[in-house]
Structures are given as C-alpha cells and as structure tokens.
C-alpha cells in the first residue's frame, strides 16, 4: 500500500473518530455549565478533564494531515514539506501535552 493512501486512511479514521468525541466534550462542558438530567455536574467535569488532551492531538494530527493533501493538491509536496510538517505536528502536539500537564485544574 502507497504511503499517501494509507495516511488519507489514517486522516479519514481520525476525522470520524473526532465526531463523537467532539460530540461529547461539547455535551460534557454543557452538563457542567448547566443541568442536564442524564449527567451530574462530577461525571460531566471528569469527561471533559479526561477528554481534554485526546481532543487536542487528534485535533492536531486532523490539522496537519489536512494540510499535507491540501499542499500536495497545490502541487506543493516532498519530503521538506513532509518534515516540516511531521516537526509541526510534533511541536504542537508535545505543546498540547506540556500546557494539559503543566496547568491541571
């Protein structure tokens, strides 16, 4: 299998993977805003402290891999891009870990 069709598989898995987590961290942080009957205020705050970081890297790795077919259909590829965008990717998701680790709640 090319790289460039196993990583549109990757990015497709992670997109649809992102629908039901954003669906519930949005849900989540509604509960814990307001009442909500079918999730208390301690389950709500721990699903969306628990969820926080996950969210963040998929989000991360969604970003970057979007940007990669969008440069190559832009006739903008190779393996420069490729680094520089697997180096992004690594900053910013380590950034996502170190400021969930460094400022908890």
């Known amino acids: ?3 460039n069709r196993l990583l549109y598989k990757v990015h497709r898995f992670i ?3 992102l629908v039901p987590l ?12 307001r009442k909500v009957k079918f999730l208390n205020r301690g389950s709500a705050f721990y699903l969306h402290d628990t969820l926080d970081l996950p969210l963040m890297l998929l989000i ?5 891999l979007a940007a990669r077919f969008e440069l190559m259909r832009f006739k903008i ?4 891009v ?6 992004l990717g ?3 998701g380590l ?5 969930d680790t460094r400022f908890p709640r």
């Open 90 to 92: 690594i900053v910013l």
């Open 82 to 87: 490729d680094g520089l965008l697997l180096v």
């Open 95 to 99: 950034t996502a870990i170190y400021v």
């Open 60 to 64: 991360v790795a969604h970003v970057v």
């Open 15 to 17: 997109s649809w993977l």
């Open 1 to 3: 299998m090319k790289v």
């Open 77 to 80: 590829k190779g393996r420069i």
């Open 22 to 33: 954003m669906i519930v961290v949005v849900v989540s942080g509604y509960a814990y805003v």
